[in-house]
């Protein structure tokens, strides 16, 4: 039976000295890539608008996720994963589909929580028999999460915990989640900096993603551990296929390939324009079933065997509304 390793450092105290050293990384933020230097712990705000408090925009049950993580009918588990969507993400993603609640930076403060409550949330969760606890646009509050999960783990938190993350992390920060995280489900989004910065505003996103993953495959290896059809622990990789091949795919797939051909590999095809991609040339339009197959047979050609596939159609089927937070993905 499977076990979180969290709850042995829980035990040993370790989680407790990890959360002390991650939050006093705060007090000259270098959380993430963007290396700030404010003092969050008196809410100084800088690059991602976020002082001390976590923010969470919602939480709820996700069954939209892959069939390993929310479940599936065949195993009679499909229970869904306890989604805790981070507000504030440290991305400016135009194409970014949960834009109503990541990028709401200047009048997310309400939806600021303490650790404590962070805590209950995962417990709420957790009583809903979720599969997992996802920790979603986590990167610049993982300090609150390591608390949160501290606090959580001596209220009877016993779940694998997933970290969605959109791969701009610091691979330092990742270190002292080793033995934390289950579960690593990142979005390696692209393979050239030009893009990252054009249409997520962000710098150096190919070194910073790419160092992350390198500390995510490091720490889970590239086998994943199953029980009843359920990924337990280990490395994930997402990838959107985006129009016109703005993601770089092949670069992308090639890198993992060359880091491990047996990772496992979750090929999105769900994109769709909203939010700024609506009137941003290039961006405007599904991608065609053209290029869905070519990245296809690129993942034949790298011999990326493990994973998911989503659908060509799939675009149709992954859509949230947030004027509902606490349901926002109708099962």
Not at 169 to 176: F, I, T, Y
Not at 182 to 189: A, C, V
Not at 255 to 282: C, G, W
Request: proline share 4%; hydrophobic share 35%; aromatic share 10%.
């Amino acid at each position: 039976m499977f076990e979180p390793s969290y709850l042995k450092l829980y035990k040993s105290g370790e989680l407790s000295e990890r959360s002390r050293i991650l939050e006093s990384m705060l007090a000259d933020c270098y959380i993430c890539p963007k290396d700030c230097r404010i003092n969050r712990q008196k809410n100084e705000i800088a690059a991602c608008y976020s002082g001390n408090e976590p923010v969470v925009s919602s939480y709820c049950v996700h069954y939209g996720e892959e069939p390993g993580l929310a479940g599936t009918e065949e195993f009679s588990n499909e229970n869904g994963i306890g989604n805790i969507f981070f507000g504030n993400c440290n991305l400016r993603c135009v194409y970014c589909q949960n834009y109503e609640i990541s990028q709401n930076h200047k009048s997310e403060k309400k939806n600021e929580v303490t650790r404590e409550r962070l805590a209950g949330m995962m417990i709420e969760l957790q009583n809903k028999n979720v599969n997992a606890i996802g920790f979603v646009s986590p990167t610049h509050f993982v300090p609150q999460i390591v608390s949160a999960v501290n606090i959580a783990a001596g209220q009877g938190l016993n779940l694998p915990l997933i970290y969605n993350t959109n791969s701009y992390d610091s691979a330092e920060v990742l270190k002292l989640l080793d033995g934390i995280i289950d579960i690593y489900l990142p979005d390696l989004k692209y393979s050239e900096d030009e893009y990252g910065y054009r249409y997520s505003k962000i710098k150096n996103y190919v070194r910073f993603s790419r160092a992350a993953i390198a500390e995510m495959y490091r720490q889970t290896g590239s086998g994943l551990v199953i029980e009843n059809g359920l990924i337990k622990k280990g490395l994930l990789i997402r990838h959107l296929i985006l129009p016109n091949d703005l993601a770089g795919s092949y670069d992308t797939l090639k890198f993992i390939s060359e880091l491990d051909n047996k990772i496992s590999v979750s090929l999105m095809s769900q994109y769709y324009p909203v939010h700024k991609a609506l009137t941003t040339d290039l961006l405007s339009r599904n991608i065609r079933q053209g290029e869905y197959e070519k990245v296809l047979k690129w993942m034949d050609e790298l011999c990326l065997e493990n994973g998911y596939l989503q659908e060509f159609e799939s675009e149709n089927y992954y859509r949230p509304d947030f004027n509902d937070r606490s349901e926002p993905f109708k099962k």
